[in-house]
């Protein structure tokens, strides 16, 4: 018997303009299309004037709704699944699904289309060759604060999704663990009140806390450029004075109190100047 195909099918994160003409022609052709909010989808669906029978797939049914997918995929049905913005499985329901449909043998076709993580690092103007998805950082304050303490030596960007009502705390957070480092917030991508903040961790925080946070935000925050950063600065930092007319000495003495670093580290790269 036919086995039927599970399509992994991205949707808008926003402009209902962005999804493709394959996304919508296989919302179309499909038998079954599992979604994590149907109340959500159907919208999406009427706006395309598609009509298809809509089941709900989300995170607290998935293990008893997988099996009834798959059971339905064997019989030859083919379904899409889709969450309620972007890529189904990037910090959404898909995940269990996808495992599942291979270790039953059913092939998974997936369908590119959007995701707030890559969209958020390329408009962020960090560095974009190499990135680590975070998706939510912990709610409570010390596993969030622990979490930061585990990715704060990454060197590629960082990429987290974040909620409104905790993207202050979460800021604070990053600042003491990961200092005041460079980042973008993209918030509300392709909606009517899109805008990317791009400055520092504290500069984020002031303007986040001027009043109510609302809309969907994604942080970008560049890797740990620490040693190479320091490297550079010091050394240039200290020929500024050394060129000035300063002794060794004072530039050592003056450098490491600007940059608030060890005397003796200052000292110990002055040895190679
Ligand atoms: N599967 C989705 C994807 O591919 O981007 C992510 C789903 S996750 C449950 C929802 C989170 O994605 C939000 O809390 C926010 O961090 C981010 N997000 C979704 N839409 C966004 C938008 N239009 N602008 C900024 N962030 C967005």
Redesign the pocket.
Known sequence: MKRGKLYIC?TP??NLEDITLRTLRVLREVDLIAAEDTRHTIKLLNHYEIKKPLTSYHEHNVREKGEELISKLEEGQDIALV??????G???PGEDLIKLAIENDIEVIVLPG????IS?LVVSGLSTEKFSFEGFLPPKKKERKLRLEEIKDERRTLII???PHRILGSLEDMLEVLGNRKLAV??????LHEEVFRGSVQEAIERFSSGPVK????LVVEGNMEEERVEVDIEEELLKYINQGLSKKESVKRVAKEFNLARNEVYQRSLKL
Do not use: N, W
């Not at 959007?114 to 993580?117: G, K, R």
């Not at 993209?186 to 909606?191: C, D, G, I, N, S």
């Not at 809309?215 to 994604?218: C, K, L, M, S, T």
């Open positions: 991205p994160i926003g969450s309620d913005a972007g890529m189904p990037i910090s959404d959007p995701t707030a993580s958020a999704y974040e909620s993209a918030r509300e991508l392709t909606k809309g969907e935000f994604v």
